[in-house]
Structures are given as structure tokens and as C-alpha cells.
């Protein structure tokens, strides 16, 4: 499925700005490759969800994956790998909000916004009805 969160600071600016909203999905930690850009639960810091880029994926020796991580502003990567039971999800959309500096200018109004969002929703709609589509063309 898919999450909504809200980015809370800079650690990942200049790619997305603090009051950012993003469209998290959930999916097998094994697809994830390098620069992509996850969103997980992170018990070791004060900040209970954190959305970082993958820098390295490494196997475990047990078995497992763990994920190195970094915000693209932070110059080092974080000093805990991200274990793959933490994963929540992989960002899929980036949503700037009105006041937010990365914010283009058509979205300056909340009719903007408005349109962006009935837009994202269009075409989860679009994909869904395909999707079915699809499945019903393989089963037959």
C-alpha cells in the first residue's frame, strides 16, 4: 500500500524541502538497488521515521539485507545501516506545499495544489482499472 508523510527538516534538500509531502509505498526490500530513496522506522534516533537514499545495499552474513544510507544534504552517510526489517517503503511521489521553497510557481494558489493532488489521484485510478485489466486478460 501506500503512506503519506511529511518532511520534517533539511537533511535531504536540495532533492526535497522541509514541509514536503511524500507518496510511500510499500515493497519487497530485495528490489531495492542503490539511489533509490527510502522512507523507515529508525529506533536508534530521536526522529522515529527517517527518508534517506540507499548508497549501498549489503547481504548479511545470517542472510537479510541491510541498506547504508545518506541524506542528500549530509555530507557522510548515517552511521547505522538500515536493517531491512525498518524498511517501510520507497518514495514514489514528492509533493511540494505551498510556502516551500522548491514549490513551483503554478502551485502557489491551493487551486494549484488542488490540481496536482486530483491529478496523482487520476492516475492511481488509471493504473488500478489497467491493472485489473490486465489480470483479467491473464487469467482468462
Not at 530513496?37 to 542472510?63: F, N, Q
Not at 525498518?86 to 495544489?113: D, K, T
Request: net charge positive.
Amino acid at each position: 500500500g501506500y503512506r503519506l508523510y511529511r518532511v520534517v527538516g533539511s537533511s535531504m534538500e536540495p532533492t526535497f524541502a522541509s514541509g514536503a509531502l511524500l507518496v510511500v509505498q510499500s515493497v519487497d526490500p530485495a528490489t531495492i538497488k542503490p539511489n533509490t530513496i527510502i522512507t523507515y522506522r529508525c529506533a536508534r534516533s530521536i526522529v522515529a521515521v527517517t527518508t534517506h537514499r540507499v548508497k549501498t545495499v549489503e547481504k548479511l552474513p545470517a542472510g537479510g539485507i541491510s541498506f547504508v544510507t545518506r541524506g542528500d544534504g549530509n555530507p557522510v552517510a548515517d552511521p547505522y545501516p538500515v536493517c531491512e526489517c525498518e524498511l517501510i517503503g520507497v518514495v514514489r511521489w514528492v509533493v511540494a506545499v505551498p510556502g516551500s521553497p522548491s514549490l513551483p510557481p503554478y502551485l502557489s494558489h491551493m487551486a494549484g495544489l488542488g490540481m496536482v493532488m486530483a491529478g496523482m489521484y487520476f492516475i492511481r485510478i488509471l493504473h488500478q482499472h489497467h491493472g485489473n485489466q490486465l489480470k483479467n486478460h491473464v487469467m482468462h
